[in-house]
């Protein structure tokens, strides 16, 4: 019953990161108006936006306007859903549980507006530092968290150093997003976490990129979903990653 409470809480709350992800990067205030469709502005009912549900009974279209609804929203929903259920899985209901919920959640909001925009808002990032250092003071329950505040400290000047060096030697190949971004996973994780969220994020993306600039010869590809990704990796399995690579 406590994993079901955990999974639609994660789709409930994924709905808000959808808010989160079209309009903080468009400067709109995410607590008012209500929500709306994009492309015609008319309110949305309380039952057209019930999440995953509603995009399957509408057929992935608005309402009103019969516009298409873009899948982000619904794939939004569902990767907090299982993110939601997986951190009760493997945590269990212990005082970090809120933080980490919520650093899942900061990541995807920050992953998906920077696929769309290739902008890391200093108003997610920023707010995570914090967080990642208050979440040092609470009694250590996992060895994949950073476990006292020197630790998180440490996390943040490693995590965040190690972009900022990568960006001098590159001549700004690396966004300033970033570095802010990976301080934040320095504050949770610690200062090896940090490192190998760079190493899992650049081979990841080293391998997405190869694909995407065969597919569509883009060559701005985000490094934000990649960091992100190898943050949770890091968060779930990085005790074993470690223990696994120098056994």
Known sequence: ????????????????????????????????????????????????????????????????????????????????????????????????????????????????????????????????IVLGMMISFLPSCSSNIASNIVESLIGIVVGGGSLLLVSIISRGGMGGGDIKLNGAVGAFLGWKFALLTVFIGSLIGSIAGVVILKKTKNRKIPFGPFLSLGAIICLFFGERILKWYFK
């Open 1 to 128: 019953m406590e994993s079901l409470i955990f999974l639609v809480l994660g789709l409930v709350i994924g709905s808000f990161l959808n808010v989160c992800i079209y309009r903080l990067p468009r400067k709109i205030s995410i607590v008012s108006p209500y929500s709306f469709c994009p492309f015609c502005g008319k309110p949305i009912k309380p039952w057209h936006n019930i999440p995953v549900l509603s995009f399957l009974l509408l057929q992935g279209k608005c309402a009103y306007c019969k516009a298409r609804i873009p899948a982000r929203y619904p794939v939004v929903e569902i990767l907090n859903g299982i993110f939601y259920l997986l951190s009760y899985l493997k945590f269990g209901l212990i005082l970090q549980l809120p933080f980490i919920l919520i650093f899942i959640s900061a990541l995807l909001v920050l992953s998906f507006i920077d696929i769309e925009f290739q902008i890391i808002p200093d108003a997610i990032s920023i707010p995570l």
